[in-house]
């Protein structure tokens, strides 16, 4: 491969995704403390929480206090997602700087859940791109399943494309690329972003891959050659999908960084610190993670110790 970049950036998404699929509801002061962590270990970009209902998702029902208690944190964005205008007006409330909206290119799954096309759902984000604005907050937007989804199989380009114009037409340039059902194969995650960096040079892109068929790697990697350099990841590969049967977790953070670390593609993360956070995650949660390197440990710390 020789298309790959000198540098990416990662966004942990584990306190989010990750957190957001467990049993076991974390403490507050446990999540502002794992939120230290992954500052110190390196991260620019943090998925902190999201502003849904708390019946919906009990989980996530104190992020506004994770952000309080967090503050600014100076160069490094701390990211919530959001489900509409009173997820904006949370945001304000607890000094939340960036919230992301999201909708699903699956126009079935759409259509039952909001019983709006993707491209209303879209367009009924104006509001919300307005109130950021006005408040400083910036905002970004995420499609899910923009490869295949369990209801149409693969998601036509077209389709994608027309969620993504909605997206510019509201003012939000910023895209998420999500493939939670982990239904993407690489040689279709390449072609799609080739396409949309040619097609809308004012984009900026994030790619999100679900490890459910063991091809979230591989997908980075082909991503990685149509010249995308911004991923999300898990630590300790934490999360799955409500709505995906067998759903697995985001990509593991550690597999990703062993990969960079390996390859020279900079980060600017430390993956020793951050296995150590996917080992006290893993006994916070009392299961076993889905993590390559949290099981073997890196190629050279088992070279060292043979000696
Ligand atoms: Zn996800």
Redesign the pocket.
């Known amino acids: 491969m020789n298309n790959l970049p000198s540098s990416i950036t990662l966004c942990e998404?584990g306190l989010r995704?990750g957190l957001q699929n467990e049993k076991t509801l974390l403490p507050t002061q446990e999540k502002v403390s794992l939120l230290r962590g992954l500052i110190d270990a390196g991260f620019k970009v943090i998925e902190v929480g999201s502003f849904m209902h708390p019946k919906a998702v009990p989980q996530m029902a104190d992020t506004d206090e994770v952000y309080k208690a967090i503050g600014d944190v100076p160069g490094v964005e701390l990211r919530a997602l959001i489900p509409n205008l009173r997820g904006v007006q949370r945001a304000v409330d607890c000094g939340c700087k960036k919230v992301k909206l999201n909708v699903s290119a699956s126009r079935q799954h759409n259509l039952k859940n909001l019983n709006m096309t993707p491209e209303e759902s879209v367009a009924g984000f104006a509001g919300c791109v307005q109130a950021a604005k006005e408040n400083g907050i910036a905002i970004s937007g995420s499609i899910?399943m923009p490869f295949a989804s369990p209801w149409e199989g693969r998601t036509p380009v077209e389709d994608v494309d027309s969620i993504i114009q909605a997206y510019l037409d509201v003012g939000i340039t910023e895209i998420s690329l999500?493939d939670?059902s982990g239904m993407a194969i690489p040689n279709q995650v390449y072609q799609l972003c080739t396409h949309v960096r040619e097609k809308y040079p004012e984009a900026t892109w994030w790619l999100?891959f679900?490890n459910t068929r063991g091809l979230a790697m591989a997908n980075i990697l082909a991503a990685m050659e149509a010249g995308m350099t911004q991923f999300?990841s898990s630590f300790g590969g934490l999360?799955g999908?409500p709505f995906v049967p067998g759903a697995a977790g985001?990509i593991s953070t550690e597999d990703v960084l062993n990969l960079c670390d390996e390859s020279n593609i900079e980060t600017g993360v430390d993956i020793v610190k951050v296995m150590e956070l996917s080992k006290r995650l893993r006994s916070l949660l009392d299961h076993d993670l889905d993590s390559y390197i949290l099981r073997a440990g890196r190629a050279k710390d088992l070279i060292l110790s043979n000696h």
């Open positions: 998404v995704d899910s999500s939670a999100h679900h999300d999360g999908c985001n």
